[in-house]
């Protein structure tokens, strides 16, 4: 032991073990700490009791020897961490000379198992750029796989591990296989298996008895759980095509039997199924259903989600029934009976149905839009985003057809409750882009309007917003639970609940009105480019008191923008009224706190600072207002 160390060790200033787990960290050594990391053991000043640690954000960090015996973990010089630190360009070349003996270097660093992640960490940065990581990372995973010494987990999370001598990654698979206890956990596993089948030493032999499990399994939840029988008779095919030596021992479980079988199911079955086995499963159909295959495909279409409304639509094409097909949707979009789904495809496959493209299909979309506000009232619709976010829809809808037709479809939205005001104009707008004569029902409507418009600051706009959200999302689903739950409390004539809950519906419905009003009128600006030459909305107005000669300061903002205490007054009051349009050196007439009024002269006119609390983009454009604040 270093004679320093016994003789602190002698006299009870060191204990035996802090002393020999020093002897460790000696100046030159590295180490690593739980919260400061990598560091490299500077120098020892025993007679100071402490030793000094470069850390990598910590240089010439003092510590107590006590503290640094039991807080430091010393590191052997073949630690991947102290051979980046003492020879960077050896480990840099190893990178790319012998991949998997670098990784070997950095799980023996990390007790044998680390993350893609730890790894990552470890080399992006000194040995690799994050685009160089990628790529390294992608080829030396295969390396490590083909080398059979690494265990490579199938989720990204799992550690990968340095496998045992006499464990080949087949073994390994096949292992993993018979540990497997759920059929979701079998169904993983034979994943891994049909990927890496070329690596068992002997594939009919160690897969034939998982041939026979597979088939047990599926055979037992084929009742239950029709979904994991289909994945797993799917998974069981994969194995009989690629290794032909291979045989199923239940001549009648296959996939066309299992599709008669469960016929009727489909509809619930298929959506639970991975998107590629879903696939396999319809374009089976045709095979497994015979000349019935059409009309349950069109009727699995007609319920489905998106996804599968494609996929049918393209077997059926493929499958030479696209008469059907057409006839199908002809009948679904006149009856209004076709699915949000079915619609949502539709319109993005348009090019190819364009004889569907008609005010029939904005008709059909308005109530598939109607049912699902009925059924799912705060859930947001694929449909409803086709229609407001595809700007060209509206135009190929209208495209050539009778004015007449267009105007109706312009009515019903103008009185449809599915859009709010600002979406509503700007679906009447993509109409009359192409019909510029029916402007008149929109700008007839929209005078009133405009003469009411309230000019507002964004913040002031973006609060008002938040209430209304907050109002729509949270408070009014809120109250309507509570209604539910105190109706079902019974005999509503003496429900105390049941009736405080519908008058505070009453009250959140007409503040929710009121605030839709506000926000349809409201202009937001940032009252920047204020004309100064005379008082407008957005100047900071200096007034001086024509009698006692004292002065006032003003700032004019927008309608919801009052604060007496900062003397910011909204442009409606009284005193914004009376000094709006007048210049410096007129004098206006006042109302004062005692009733009487004062004469004032204006002094000065500044601009107020702007507004940038939001963004003009989740607002109405600020070049609507221009002409309101003009005025």
């Known amino acids: 032991m270093d004679a320093e160390l016994q003789k602190l060790v002698e006299s009870g200033k060191l204990t035996s073990k802090a002393a020999e787990q020093l ?4 100046p030159g050594t590295f180490c690593l700490h739980k919260s400061w990391g990598f560091g490299r053991v500077r120098e020892w000043n025993l007679l100071l009791n402490q030793i000094v640690i470069d850390f990598a954000n910590k240089k010439s960090h003092p510590m107590q020897v006590e503290y640094a015996a039991e807080n430091l973990t010393p590191l052997a010089p073949e630690h991947f961490l102290a051979r980046k630190a003492s020879d960077l360009a050896s480990v840099k070349n190893l990178a790319r000379e012998n991949p998997t003996a670098l990784v070997r270097n950095i799980l023996e660093s990390l007790d044998g198992k680390a993350t893609a992640q730890q790894i990552n960490e470890w080399l992006v940065g000194d040995i690799f750029t994050e685009a160089e990581w990628k790529r390294w990372w992608e080829s030396t995973k295969k390396a490590l796989k083909a080398s059979g010494a690494f265990s490579i987990p199938a989720k990204k999370t799992d550690p990968i591990q340095i496998r045992g001598e006499g464990i080949s990654h087949g ?11 759920q059929p979701k956990e079998q169904i993983a596993a034979l994943e891994q298996i049909i990927k890496s089948y070329q690596q068992l030493k002997d594939p009919e032999k160690q897969l034939q008895p998982i041939i026979v499990t597979i088939e047990n399994t599926a055979a037992r939840n084929q009742k239950m759980h029709p979904e994991l029988a289909f994945e ?22 296959t996939l066309s039997k299992l599709i ?55 077997i059926l094409g493929e499958g030479g029934q696209h008469a059907d097909l057409r006839a199908m949707l002809e009948r679904s979009i006149r009856e209004h009976s076709a699915t949000g789904e079915m619609l949502t495809w539709l319109c993005s496959e348009r090019e190819e149905w364009r004889e569907f493209v008609t005010p029939d299909l904005l008709a059909a979309i308005l109530a598939a839009l109607e049912r699902e506000q009925h059924n799912a009232p705060n859930r947001a619709s694929k449909l409803h985003r086709a229609l407001v976010e595809d700007r060209q829809l509206l135009g190929d809808i209208f495209k050539n057809v009778d004015v007449a037709l267009a105007r109706d479809a312009m009515r019903r939205l103008q009185l449809s409750p599915l859009f709010d005001e600002l979406t509503k104009r700007s679906l009447l707008a993509r109409i009359v882009k192409v019909y510029p004569q029916l402007e008149s029902m929109i700008t007839g409507a929209e005078a009133q309007e405009k003469a009411a418009a309230l000019i507002v600051s964004w913040s002031s706009l973006e609060k008002r917003k938040a209430e209304y959200e907050e109002l729509v999302k949270v408070k009014i689903p809120e109250n309507r639970r509570e209604i539910a739950l105190a109706r079902s409390y019974g005999d509503l004539s003496e429900n105390f609940e049941f009736k405080a809950a519908k008058q505070m519906q009453s009250v959140l419905m007409r503040r929710k009105a009121e605030l839709e009003q506000m926000l349809h009128n409201a202009r937001g600006t940032s009252f920047e480019n204020v004309d100064t030459s005379r008082v407008s909305i957005g100047t900071i107005v200096t007034l001086r008191d024509v009698d006692a000669n004292k002065e006032e300061t003003y700032t004019v903002l927008g309608a919801w923008d009052g604060d007496p205490d900062r003397h910011v007054i909204s442009y409606q009051t009284a005193v914004g009224q009376a000094l709006l349009g007048h210049e410096i050196g007129e004098t206006v007439s006042l109302g004062t706190e005692h009733g009487t009024t004062a004469q004032f002269a204006i002094v000065s006119i500044q601009p107020a600072l702007p507004d940038r609390t939001a963004h003009a983009a989740d607002f109405p454009s600020e070049s609507a207002v221009e002409p309101a604040i003009a005025q």
Request: aromatic fraction near 2%; glycine fraction near 6%; charge should be positive.
């Open 260 to 314: 008669l079988d469960e016929e009727k199911r489909l509809r619930s079955i298929l959506p639970k199924l991975p998107a590629a086995k879903e696939k396999r499963v319809l374009e089976a159909l045709p095979s497994a259903l015979g000349p019935g295959w059409t009309e349950r495909a069109l009727h699995l279409m007609e319920g489905s989600h998106g996804r599968m409304v494609a996929q049918v639509a393209r």
């Open 171 to 181: 073994d390994e698979l096949i292992a993993a296989f018979n540990k497997a206890r």
């Open 232 to 253: 797993l008779i799917m998974a069981r095919d994969d194995l009989l095509g690629r290794i032909p030596s291979l045989h199923t021992t239940h001549v009648g479980l």
């Open 23 to 26: 002897e460790k960290l000696k």
